[in-house]
């Protein structure tokens, strides 16, 4: 399968000249659970890509145990599953989801920003930033189907996709909380939640750090749909198929006609916002922050 | 009747960035189809300008059977009655509406949009710009009774009104649908739909090239009102009022206050947005999806 | 205590050149009305200022009868507090309301307006800058209990808070309604209200110089609760509680975030902004119109 060659090279490609993959992981095919219906898979141990050339859509699960968090490794296998997809015409449409019961993400992994070297911060941001941009204007229909708690940089990624639907299930609630941690989401984090749910309730929701349950979120715009949880992928796959309808040439102009004003901000200051990113992350006091939280987080799960 | 007397001359003076009406066109008067209460009409076989020089108003309808389509000549025709009524202090006010049973405009000619000359796509798409930006920055108020499907060019023109009354019939839906033809609207007609429903909601109208129905379009704020069909007229009427008492210099400066950054964003780059237009138009595959288009609609009719 | 230390030199200092405060008043501290619960006041005749230095609360109630119109004095006083409270690290969060009984306040002081000289027009609106600046960038947690009416400025200081609590009372009325007095809000309120309600809200209203009643105002989004008139305190401090219960640091950021863009806009242009005041308040014709006014007010009391 043509998808799956040369992995390391486009890694290298993809995220040069900041990143490294030393242990990229080339994907793994393989018949679906259900076997037989064209379905093919590949992958990697932390993101499993279910593939329906059929169809033209794709399914990415994040299954990074227990909490989906964001890692180096698994935002460079996003970002190079992502390209993959983009690449092959066979496929038109993604779906976003999580393998891990009841996360979608909890976000960045904040053992990436915490007592590493500032090569490793900075290769760290570059690759969320990279992520941020892949999503935000791909040429995909992203679909996020929301099987899970979504704070932070898990809400974040449901935020670039086309659609978002979200299991009605109160614990699953979603937001930029970075506040409650003591730390400040980025100024593109804040664009994709204004350009999703207005300045007013973002203003409000990121100062606050609130996370929104599955009514309110719909109320405010954050999510499209809210469904049963056993209903989240039928109707992240019924709103693609709505998505498909439209000639692709003509939504993905649209689509970068919305949102290209926005990616171009970041573009234009990449190197700026990772000195931005050190200067902040390698205080004292926020250093102090996050280990006290993840010590926290530790003592939990002892 | 004057008003036609060289309207292709007209048109090509207007058209241009420098566009004068040296000697402004007089319409022709006449007493009102009920006569007697002061109303007096102009206009030109397409466009049919019906005045109130008592209360202020004017009332401009669209008469292009058989869907009001926006030819090089109505688009003319338009602009001309326009400056003709903001240039006349006797006229404050105006009511946009159909002459065309159940269409209140379905936008865009695409008859001249293909098969056409380089000059001729350039000398329509000024006249695009043209249109819209007299009515997006007009002094007087523009409120769109809106009698009738609007799709694409339909929709923008009542989105560039001050306020915009919606006839409760389920067939009359509204919406910037160019995507579902493989054709993308130009930035300023995103702009205008932003600036009225907000990015989120635009980024996915225009994505699906969504068509709201009555209820839907004044959920999202698409619309401000929503009458049975009998009282359209009168409801727009009722609005104008409202909006007269407001005294005219300080809504005006307050509109331009409202309004001037997005159609600056047009005016500082007109020839540009041309190019940009017949680059896109002259490509062999949107010509191609217009012509099957146009074959399909020929035979609907035949 | 401290804070209430060089009032005339902090005045002189921060609206430094053109400001002369030639009777600025030195604050009065005093035990709260209740007494006894670390309640400690400081402020002026026209800016009542009680601190709960253990709570890290202060409140600040506008008291200029009848109808707490922001005269140049009030300005000035308020800015001062503002100064203060916000350079005194017992302080994190500021309740903003009003001493005259049904009224938040009626705004700019229309007679700072009219009849003066171009030197003190010019000094009024530094002012008036000077007010928006200082409190849509506070660091402090700004929270609105708007127990009045509070059209135009009155609105405006509102607007500028992180949080709105509104009176359930049909007659207190918000909204900037500048243009039914023949004049026009500046860039940066039309800024502020869109960044609460969105683009076509402020658009039509600021238009129609709507005032909206309770329910109106929380169905746009300008207040974010509806209390009934004797919990409008009582619901702003709970909401106080929430806001404080975030890490300063972040949230000030966050806060920055959100609105740096907005500020800077009236920042880079002060001066320009102060010219283009000039000659659009020296117009014989916005004169006449404010004389008029000020008249019929005069009748009304009279």
């Known amino acids: 399968m043509a998808l799956m060659v040369g992995a390391r090279v486009l890694a290298r490609n993809l995220l040069r000249p900041w990143s490294r993959l030393p242990d990229a992981v080339p994907g793994r095919t393989g018949p679906a659970a259900g076997g037989g219906d064209g379905v093919r898979c590949f992958g990697s141990p932390r993101l499993l890509v279910e593939t329906d050339p059929a169809k033209g859509v794709a399914v990415i699960k994040l299954k990074n145990p227990p909490v989906n968090s964001l890692s180096l490794e698994v935002l460079t296998e996003f970002v190079i599953s992502l ?7 066979t496929f038109r449409g993604v779906i ?8 979608f993400s909890a976000g960045l992994d904040l053992t990436e920003m915490c007592g590493k070297s500032q090569a490793h911060y900075a290769e760290y941001w570059r690759a969320v930033q990279e992520l941020w941009l892949r ?6 229909v992203l679909i996020a189907a929301i099987n899970g708690v979504s704070p932070a940089g898990g809400c974040l990624i449901s935020l670039t996709c086309d659609y978002r639907v979200l299991a009605d299930n109160p614990k699953y609630t979603m937001g930029l909380n970075e506040t409650l941690l003591g730390i400040v989401a980025p100024s ?6 204004v350009n999703t749910v207005g300045h007013r309730v973002a203003e409000r929701a990121m100062q606050l750090g609130l996370l929104f349950a599955p009514a309110e979120a719909l109320r405010v715009g954050m999510v499209d749909q809210v469904v049963p ?8 796959l019924s709103a693609m198929a709505q998505w ?9 102009l649209t689509k970068n006609l919305m949102r290209k004003a926005t990616a171009d901000r970041l573009v234009k200051q ?17 250093q102090k922050s996050l280990r006290v939280y993840l010590d926290k987080l530790r003592q939990k799960k002892g």
Do not use: M
């Open 83 to 89: 390209e993959k997809l983009e690449n092959d015409k």
């Open 96 to 103: 976003l989801t999580s393998d891990c019961p009841g996360i």
């Open 135 to 140: 999503l935000y204007l791909s040429n995909l």
């Open 188 to 193: 593109w984090f804040k664009d994709t939640l």
């Open 229 to 236: 949880e056993d209903q989240v992928h039928s109707a992240a």
């Open 244 to 252: 498909l309808a439209v000639p692709d040439h003509a939504r993905q």
């Open 270 to 286: 990449r190197d700026a916002d990772v000195q931005y990113f050190l200067q902040f992350i390698s205080r004292d006091s926020i």
